[in-house]
């Protein structure tokens, strides 16, 4: 029973345009949702992160958006640099309950 | 500064060795979740520590796993007689409090291969 899924395991995006990343949730108690990059061989690095109470958090390239109803939420990477290649998680958790994370999404970004 | 710092990055045990894996959190830090990563999965919860109280340990598989952290810093997770489907990455991560929003930090892992 998965709470958090990313239904896409891999993404390749020319450098200059738009990565756009997709997550699912299907408990509706979540009320922070956070994304995370993960280079081989590192832990996770904390990307960028949005509450329930917002639909939208920006933070220099990256955007993440939140459809609530949709239980729905996007990572944008605009313009997307042969940096970002790497894994991308998106997690969730309910008050200070511990965050349940999706299997990830590989972005390769082609230059 | 010191991030979190996990050891050793990579260990190989033969099925029933027991094993232990150190998590050095940022200094400071209340929080400290161990994580278990198979392959080509996100990382799955074990259990969390606020200072040396083991707060949850819902997510150990079995018995066979036990952690602790009895100065409220280090903590290790020792599995015993590990078996094949041990194998994974496991992550260690801390954060500065116990807020829903407080970020975790995580470390490099401990990749466990299980013969």
């Known amino acids: 029973d998965q709470q958090v899924k990313q239904n896409s395991p891999s993404l390749s995006v020319q450098e200059g345009r738009i990565s756009i990343l997709n997550c699912d949730y299907t408990n509706s108690m979540f009320d922070y949702f956070l994304w995370y990059k993960k280079y081989p061989a590192e832990g996770p690095t904390f990307l960028i992160s949005?509450?329930?109470?917002?639909d939208k958090n920006e933070d220099g390239r990256f955007t993440v958006f939140l459809n609530k109803s949709a239980k729905h939420l996007s990572l944008h990477i605009v313009p997307s640099q042969p940096g970002d290649s790497a894994v991308y998680f998106c997690a969730a958790k309910r008050g200070n309950t511990p965050l349940v994370f999706g299997k990830g999404t590989r972005l390769s970004v082609i230059a | 500064g010191a991030g979190v710092s996990q050891s050793p990055r990579y260990k190989v045990a033969k099925r029933g060795q027991d094993v232990a894996l150190r998590c050095d959190p940022i200094?400071?830090?209340?929080?400290l979740f161990w994580y278990q990563q198979a392959l080509g999965q996100g990382p799955e919860f074990l259990t969390y520590f606020q200072n040396e109280a083991q707060l949850d340990k819902s997510g150990l598989p079995s018995d066979r796993f036990f952690a602790e952290r009895p100065e409220g810093s280090v903590s290790t997770l020792k599995i015993q007689r590990t078996q094949q489907e041990d194998s994974a990455v496991y992550l260690c991560?801390?954060?500065?409090?116990?807020?829903?929003?407080?970020?975790?930090?995580f470390g490099p892992g401990t990749r466990l291969l299980v013969l």
């Open positions: 200094s400071g830090h209340v929080s």
């Open positions: 949005i509450s329930s109470i917002k």
């Open positions: 991560a801390s954060s500065e409090e116990i807020l829903a929003s407080e970020t975790q930090y």
